[in-house]
T-cell receptor, first 112, second 115 residues
């Protein structure tokens, strides 16, 4: 079956530091890949997505590139802010199906 | 302008009770979902409906019964609540089932606490 593995947190950074959250997946075919963010006390928001190999999703300074050869979709941001403190979820949806399979989430804490 | 809304936001109840959570989307989407997020933040799909028809039913106790009166609504009814049902329940919707365009949009969640 499909699975998503992402680095465990918490990840603690200082403001303006570089953030990377690793995400790798196992799936048959060509899944779509997503990053969702959950701010404290809130629901999930779509951060970015990529639907085919070598696509780069980007939003709010975050980027992730769909790498089929390494089955990865790592999330990066060059300079984080305190407001980026949240839990980040990597997810995939198989080409044929419509359910999302989530990774375990990575909590990021950015300190001023 | 709320896209996917859920009520209530918080629900505290006693073991053995029956409760319902409601979800509505005003995005015109065809497909709706229920997900459960446990205390460790792990998210797992429970159900999915496409145009009022059940299309995903994961291994969920039959105490949980989804109902979709129309494609804009997907409610979740839970009978005989147990301590282990305590979690945050998220509703989501997408334009259609399958395919590259079916990005899912989530509601704010309902935090259920069973005492």
């Amino acid at each position: 079956g499909n699975s998503v593995t992402q680095m465990e947190g918490p990840v603690t950074l200082s403001e303006e530091a570089f953030l990377t959250i690793n995400c790798t997946y196992t799936a048959t075919g060509y899944p779509s890949l997503f990053w969702y963010v959950q701010y404290p006390g809130e629901g999930l928001q779509l951060l970015l997505k990529a639907t085919k190999a070598d696509d780069k999703g980007s939003n709010k300074g975050f980027e992730a590139t769909y790498r089929k050869e390494t089955t990865s979709f790592h999330l990066e941001k060059g300079s984080v802010q305190v407001s980026d403190s949240a839990v980040y979820f990597c997810a995939l949806r198989s080409a044929a199906g419509n359910k999302l399979t989530f990774g375990g989430g990575t909590r990021v804490l950015v300190k001023p | 302008d709320t896209a996917v809304s859920q009520t209530p936001k918080y629900l505290v109840t006693q073991m053995g009770n029956d409760k319902s959570i409601k979800c509505e989307q005003n995005l015109g989407h065809d497909t709706m979902y229920w997900y459960k997020q446990d205390s460790k933040k792990f998210l797992k799909i429970m159900f999915s409906y496409n145009n009022k028809e059940l299309i995903i039913n994961e291994t969920v106790p039959n105490r949980f019964s989804p109902k979709s009166p129309d494609k804009a609504h997907l409610n979740l009814h839970i009978n005989s609540l147990e301590l282990g049902d305590s979690a945050v329940y998220f509703c989501a919707s997408s334009p259609r089932s399958g395919g590259a365009g079916g990005t899912q949009y989530f509601g704010p969640g309902t935090r259920l606490t069973v005492l």
